[in-house]
């Protein structure tokens, strides 16, 4: 099936340039991009078009870290760094989602937040508990969001908290490998690691037997805290650094790996992070909740690394893209009066972490470009200022920075319009 749209068009094809086409033409074919037109196409003369006059189609957003089980927490507990929010905070609300009654409120209102904010595609990851994350496939199914979404293990006490046992562990993941590993292209199976002092040697061993079995992507956190660096090093003392640890269980790289945070990295995990099959999730509002740090955005860059935004709920406090975005610009700001060689990320370039570079996960995703899935938010601005000598791109910039779910009248996944989702 083709669909013609009209509208002003903008996206991000590589990092810090933005196209931005007013009043063109997208044609749309079996989900995909087909083409992008300034006059209505001949092949498409008969075509009827649905135009959104002044209205701006942008990709949909894409967030690549997030913690379902954590979503009743947003904006509690900052008052301490990230060890003791764990101890004090996560651990207890992850464990109340065995209630799956209670789970089910939960994961319902996150899902319609992230329809909400426009994203359109995300990993998040889930708690321990099997039924709740059976759960939280058959809600994201129903929603019609892209997520890639599973299991989180956490099988280790070195926190003085073990969610569940090894034994459970690998029974639940060898579970949802079979049933969740390719069942639809819209919501996949990741397998997540809490992080490195969450999970046994013998949980993270077969996980990495499971992403090469399978095929599939592998997710966790790196570098996020200075106690947590050391908790690992006392962990694993024959690895050389946290990185490593990941690696020489066969969850760094092998598959698509997201590895959020990556703060305080030594210049031989930098490297390692060059692997083409790991991206990196930046969550700056997580970052400076829980006085985690800066993370060099500007160096990642620089080095050509593969890196997209995270909410980190519910470490970060929204899943608001746009405020996302911002913290990002503003992190990079801070982060330069400290190291005068890495200027400040722009605008453009937040932009395409949260569309492109985030997307790029998932495959074709994020652009307008040719063959890209169809992902795509309608902003109409009609609550704010709009001068009208402003540019289109500049229209966009001032969405992000002044915008709110409001501007966000339309949603479309791979060609289809995302209805709010009614459970
Ligand atoms: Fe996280």
Redesign the pocket.
């Known amino acids: 099936m083709t669909r013609l749209y009209c509208a002003n068009i903008v996206y991000a094809p590589a990092c810090g340039e933005v196209v931005a086409l007013e009043h063109h033409y997208i044609a749309v074919e079996n989900g995909k991009v087909a083409g992008l037109y300034k006059d209505k196409p001949n092949e498409f003369k008969n075509l009827p078009i649905i135009d959104f006059g002044n209205q701006i189609m942008i990709p949909g957003f894409c967030d690549i870290?997030l913690?379902a089980g954590q979503f009743p927490n947003d904006g509690i507990g900052y008052n301490g760094q990230l060890m003791e929010w764990i101890q004090n905070y996560a651990y207890d609300v992850e464990q109340s989602m065995s209630q799956l009654d209670y789970a089910r409120i939960c994961y319902q209102k996150l899902i319609e937040s992230l329809w909400k904010y426009g994203i359109t595609r995300s990993v998040i990851?889930g708690t321990h508990q099997r039924q709740t994350n059976e759960l939280l496939f058959q809600l994201l199914e129903q929603s019609k969001l892209g997520a890639w979404t599973g299991k989180s293990v956490c099988d280790r006490s070195s926190t003085g908290n073990a969610d569940e046992t090894t034994e459970t562990a690998i029974s639940d993941l060898l579970y949802f490998c079979n049933t969740y590993g390719n069942k639809s292209d819209l919501v996949r199976f990741i397998l997540s690691a809490t992080y490195v002092p969450g999970c046994t040697p013998g949980s993270m061993e077969l996980m990495g037997i499971l992403a090469k079995l399978y095929n599939l992507p592998v997710s966790s956190?790196l570098c996020e805290n200075n106690d947590e660096i050391e908790l690992v090093k006392s962990l694993h003392p024959d690895y050389p650094n946290y990185a490593s640890v990941y690696k020489g269980f066969h969850l760094w790289g092998e598959t698509k790996t997201v590895m959020?945070h990556c703060i305080h990295t030594t210049e031989e995990e930098k490297e390692l992070l060059e692997d083409p099959n790991i991206w990196v999730a930046h969550?700056p509002h997580?970052n400076l909740n829980l006085s985690s740090g800066i993370m060099p955005l500007r160096e990642y860059l620089d080095r050509k690394l593969q890196v997209g935004l995270g909410s980190?709920i519910a470490?970060g406090h929204t899943l608001n893209m746009m405020s996302t975005m911002t913290a990002a610009i503003q992190c990079s700001k801070m982060y330069w009066l400290t190291h005068p060689d890495k200027k400040p990320i722009t605008t453009k370039e937040a932009f395409y972490l949260a569309t492109r570079g985030g997307g790029s996960l998932f495959g074709n995703i994020g652009s307008f470009e040719v063959g890209f899935e169809f992902d795509a938010l309608i902003i109409d601005e009609y609550n704010l200022y709009h001068s009208p000598n402003l540019s289109l791109w500049e229209r966009v910039e001032q969405f992000i920075y002044l915008g709110d779910d409001r501007n966000i009248v339309k949603r479309y996944i791979s060609g289809n319009e995302v209805l709010k989702p009614v459970f």
């Open positions: 870290h913690h990851l956190h959020a969550c997580s980190d470490a």
